[in-house]
């Protein structure tokens, strides 16, 4: 006769008493998509290239990074990291300098000579991208990954587009520009300069299977003002595509000693700081919000007014005198939006100049049958297509959001769309996971770790030079920089579970193939589930 069945209290007897039959939730492991990666435009798998750099292999963490975007040591400099906005470790201390280690990690691909590799074969297909800015340069590089030929068409004598002609220098050197543009074509990308594109549908009739529309934003917007001298107002996009082709002081804009700047965006503040450099006086933008209003980012502003650039905040320029403006103040209303009061006073100004916005050249797309436009913007569906076949668009033209970081996401989505559509097919997004927010964490994990604070470049040379402001982080910074990442929502097998179950039920597969649950003796306590760091680990119902 058998023994009736008893539970043993002599040490060592889990594993003879089988709990996995008490359980009525079990531990899952799981990878949840980290909030970085969701806050990038460009679709960057953040998590996984500061893994391969906290490790040291950076070559690695570069190669990870350019699966998704070509331009690091580019977007490590004018990129906003709105991943850094997103990031759960500034819910410990402050946010990991995602940015910081982007740039340097670009920087050092030019620095050691990296170079893009594809083991694509080639298609056969031939695909027209009118314009180099990062939409068009972003598209280029992702079809040539897939084996198709990309040729850009630009109508400028240099490439980069708004990167080149809307951007100063002090935030973008132009060979770190020329290095990244520079790989793409040794990568196989061709590059035609001052060539100039006058309609899609001929273009199209050169043997080309597909296009990809990427003209920036290169049309600035007016206003009427009423002036004395209508020469002194100028519009801030000619005044910084001036500042690339001037190659010495006789050559560069002539703004005078003092110069008002009428807007609110980045571009304002890139005007007033570039008139500073150039040796105005004074620099005065005037815009007619408030400052909590104001669409230009706010360490942009702070900057600005750090070099001595002056903001008049509810104000707006009624009329242009021989020597001066007159502004009129507004109040907010009892919506929030500003009215006039009818109180003025006078500005001495030299020059204004108008940074209102700007739009997209259409007229390449006069005559093609099914593209629409709505105010100033190429209609396009979720694949970056418009309503003509085979042609798609990206960047400025097809998106209000007009940065770079968003354009070099619209060319790696048009990318993919192009690709499945020359193959008679519908690109399709894989499903995200679910997202992994702080209070699926456990924090007390992590040691306090200030965030490394990037060196800036002293007042007096910002002000008088064109030298690059905010300067990089040395291979030390990156490394500890890289370090602070928490690994949301994704095992970095940090043998937590393991070493608190009580019941031995966590199985070490080895050093990167993660664990395993022995669910004939998991008896479902979660504690694995409450002690992991990264929240990689969740507790479902028990199937019956």
């Known amino acids: ?92 201390d402050a946010a990991v300098g995602i940015n910081a280690v982007e740039r340097f990690l670009g920087d050092e691909a030019i620095r050691r000579g990296w170079r893009f590799e594809s083991s694509a074969a080639a298609t056969g297909k031939r695909v027209l991208v009118i314009g180099s800015g990062p939409a068009g340069l972003s598209a280029a590089y992702h079809l040539t990954r897939m084996g198709h030929q990309a040729v850009i068409h630009e109508a400028a004598p240099l490439a980069g587009g708004m990167m080149r002609y809307g951007i100063p220098k002090y935030r973008l050197p132009r060979d770190v520009l020329d290095a990244e543009i520079r790989r793409l074509v040794e990568f196989g990308v061709e590059l035609r300069l001052q060539s100039k594109v006058m309609n899609v549908l001929a273009a199209m009739q050169e043997g080309f299977d597909a296009v990809f529309l990427g003209v920036g934003a290169h049309i600035a917007k007016r206003a009427y003002i009423p002036a004395g001298d209508a020469s002194k107002i100028i519009d801030a996009i000619s005044v910084l595509h001036d500042m690339e082709g001037a190659q010495g002081d006789e050559l560069r804009p002539m703004l005078g000693r ?39 980012h706010d360490f942009e502003v702070e900057e600005a007014l750090q070099e001595g650039i002056s903001i008049k905040w509810l104000s707006t320029i009624k009329e242009a005198g021989e020597d001066d403006i007159m502004v009129e103040k507004m109040a907010l209303d009892a919506s929030g939006f500003p009215q006039p009061t009818g109180e003025y006073e006078r500005i001495p100004a030299d020059s204004v100049v108008l940074a209102l916005g700007q739009d997209a050249d259409l007229g ?177 119902p028990e199937e019956n």
């Open 1 to 92: 006769m058998d023994k009736p069945f008893a539970i043993t209290l002599d040490p060592g007897s889990s594993l003879a008493n089988h709990t996995g039959s008490w359980r009525t939730f079990r531990p899952l492991y799981v990878d949840r998509l980290p909030p970085c990666n969701a806050a990038c435009p460009a679709g960057e798998n953040i998590q996984s290239w500061l893994y391969h750099a906290e490790s040291g292999d950076y070559e690695k963490a570069w190669r990870a990074l350019t699966e998704n975007n070509p331009l690091p040591a580019i977007m490590g400099r004018v990129c906003y990291h709105p991943c850094e906005g997103a990031c759960n470790r500034q819910h410990v």
């Open 258 to 296: 003092r110069v008002v700047v009428y807007g609110g965006g980045n571009t304002a503040i890139d005007v007033a700081r570039t008139a500073k450099r150039l040796g105005a006086e004074e620099a005065v933008i005037v815009y007619r919000r408030t400052r909590e209003k104001m669409p230009a």
């Open 364 to 540: 390449l797309l006069a005559n093609v049958p099914g593209l629409a436009t709505d105010k100033g913007l190429v209609q396009v569906d979720a694949g970056m297509m418009t309503g003509h076949p085979g042609v798609f668009a990206g960047g400025d033209m097809a998106g209000n959001e007009r940065t770079v970081t968003v354009a070099v996401g619209h060319g790696k989505r048009a990318a993919r769309a192009i690709d499945a559509w020359l193959k008679g097919e519908t690109y399709v997004s894989p499903p995200k996971h679910e997202l992994a927010t702080f209070e699926r964490m456990n924090p007390w994990y992590y040691s306090d770790a200030p965030k490394t604070v990037r060196p800036v470049l002293d007042i007096i040379r910002r002000q008088s030079t064109f030298e690059e402001v905010l300067g990089g982080l040395d291979e030390g910074n990156a490394l500890f920089e890289a370090r602070r990442c928490m690994s949301c929502g994704n095992c970095f097998e940090c043998d937590n579970c393991y070493g608190v179950c009580p019941d031995n039920a966590v199985i070490k597969l080895g050093p990167g193939k993660r664990f395993l649950f022995n669910f004939d003796y998991c008896k479902g306590c979660g504690m694995c589930a409450t002690e992991c760091p990264c929240g990689a680990i969740k507790m479902v």
